[in-house]
């Protein structure tokens, strides 16, 4: 498949909310494919559809070796907080602190639009809600708790 690339802080679309997806057209399916590559790629755990210039309610999602391909993903339930350094391959070079729910139990379709739940808790929770967030117009810096810093790109930041 392909590389995109990957829109950057200051960019006006990253700001805009997404649309529903309501059929999965071969195009969008592509979209998906093209996604984890750039995701892999960059080294990311997670990418939005907006940080490629898509305004969908895609996500793909990567933390430990299983892939979820998130299509109108939807919370349904977070418990508890956790605090962590979190990165975005939307703001290269940079972290910061975040609180996030420490458990969430999302829904969301597969790339074969069938519906699933998924129940998370630590980095994983912390993915899908730094994701689901792109789908809002979002971005982490906006969370920070403290100030951003700079990390070294290949640290162990945690590009979600």
Do not use: F
């Amino acid at each position: 498949m392909a590389i995109r690339n990957i829109r950057h802080l200051g960019d006006e679309l990253l700001r805009k909310k997404c649309r529903e997806v309501t059929d999965l057209t071969p195009k969008l399916k592509e979209l998906i494919e093209d996604m984890y590559d750039t995701m892999y790629e960059a080294e990311g755990v997670g990418l939005a559809a907006p940080q490629v210039g898509i305004l969908k309610r895609i996500v793909v999602i990567d933390v430990d070796g299983t892939p979820y391909t998130m299509i109108n993903p939807r919370i349904l339930e977070t418990r508890d907080t956790q605090d962590g350094s979190e990165g975005c391959l939307s703001v290269p070079g940079k972290a910061g602190i975040v609180i996030r729910p420490a458990y969430v139990r999302a829904e969301a379709w597969d790339e074969n639009m069938e519906r699933y739940e998924v129940e998370a808790d630590g980095y994983l929770a912390r993915a899908i809600c730094h994701e689901l967030d792109h789908l809002e117009g979002i971005m982490y810096v906006d969370k920070v708790e403290g100030s951003i810093y700079d990390v070294e790109m290949d640290d162990e930041e945690q590009d979600v």
